[in-house]
Nanobody
Framework: QVQLVESGGGLVQPGGSLRLSCAAS????????MGWYRQAPGKERELVAG???????NYADSVKGRFTISRDNAKKTVYLQMNNLKPDDTAVYYC????????????????WGKGTLVTVSS
């Protein structure tokens, strides 16, 4: 069973930084897209940043220039470096990955983590 486990959330003051990590575990043949979504209270889940297996990245306009997504394929881990955080960044952040595992092969299936809370407040 594939699992995605996020870490690194917490309380930070406006202008501060946090680094989120998401580690994938299980019988994984390959990781395709990996990304971060967020959901604020009363709002729909939205894409924050995504990366392909080749390392290409895309970002929501609201985080461009402040957030950086990266991945370590050997560690099956994706990161989100968040700088200059704003109160509007407060949300539960979810990791998402397209995974080819022993049950889905040769197809890729989407998996989600349980989320980590980021609160930006003074």
């Amino acid at each position: 069973q594939v699992q995605l486990v996020e870490s690194g959330g917490g309380l930070v003051q406006p202008g501060g930084s946090l680094r989120l990590s998401c580690a994938a575990s299980g019988t994984i043949f390959s990781l395709n897209h990996m990304g971060w979504y967020r959901q604020a209270p009363g709002k729909e889940r939205e894409l924050v940043a995504g990366t392909t297996s080749g390392g290409s990245a895309n970002y929501a306009d609201s985080v461009k220039g402040r957030f950086t997504i990266s991945r370590d394929n050997a560690k099956k881990t994706v990161y989100l470096q968040m700088n200059n955080l704003k109160p509007d960044d407060t949300a539960v952040y979810y990791c998402n990955a397209g995974v080819v595992d022993n049950k889905s092969w040769p197809k890729s299936m989407d998996y989600w983590g349980k989320g980590t809370l980021v609160t930006v407040s003074s």
